[in-house]
C-alpha cells in the first residue's frame, strides 16, 4: 500500500520560515520523481518544486531562491524548506510522486502566511 504523508504545515508572520516533509511508504522511492505542488482557495494546483530520482531540481519562478526542495532516498523522505514566506504562499502543500507516469498524492498540509 502506498503512502505519502506531509507534515510539517502551519501558521507563521510574513519573512518566517517552515520545513515541509512528505514520508513515504510502498514505492522505490529513490526511482520516483517527487514533487510539491500547492493550492490556494479558488485556484488550480500549481507545482512548486520538483526533484527527480537524479537529483535534478526545478522551481516555480515566484519561490526561486526562497524555498529549497530535498530527498532523503535513505528515509524516503521529501522535503520543502521555505523562507522568507509571503502571504501569497499559502495554499495547501502536497506532495506528488512520479514514476513515468504512475503517480500518488498525498493528503496536504495547510500553510497559512498572515500578520
Known amino acids: 500500500q502506498v503512502q505519502l504523508v506531509e507534515a510539517g504545515g502551519g501558521s507563521v508572520q510574513p519573512g518566517g520560515s517552515l520545513t515541509l516533509s512528505c514520508a513515504t511508504s510502498?514505492?522505490?522511492?529513490?526511482?520516483?520523481?517527487m514533487d510539491w505542488y500547492r493550492q490556494a482557495p479558488g485556484g488550480q494546483r500549481e507545482l512548486v518544486a520538483q526533484i527527480t530520482g537524479g537529483k535534478n531540481i526545478k522551481y516555480l519562478d515566484s519561490v526561486k531562491g526562497r524555498f529549497t526542495i530535498s530527498r532523503d532516498n535513505n528515509k524516503k523522505i521529501l522535503y520543502l524548506q521555505m523562507n522568507d514566506l509571503k502571504p501569497e504562499d499559502s495554499a495547501v502543500y502536497y506532495c506528488?510522486?512520479?514514476?513515468?507516469?504512475?503517480?500518488?498524492w498525498g493528503q496536504g498540509t495547510q500553510v497559512t502566511v498572515s500578520s
Open positions: 506528488k510522486a512520479d514514476l513515468e507516469g504512475t503517480f500518488y
Open positions: 510502498g514505492i522505490t522511492f529513490r526511482f520516483y520523481t
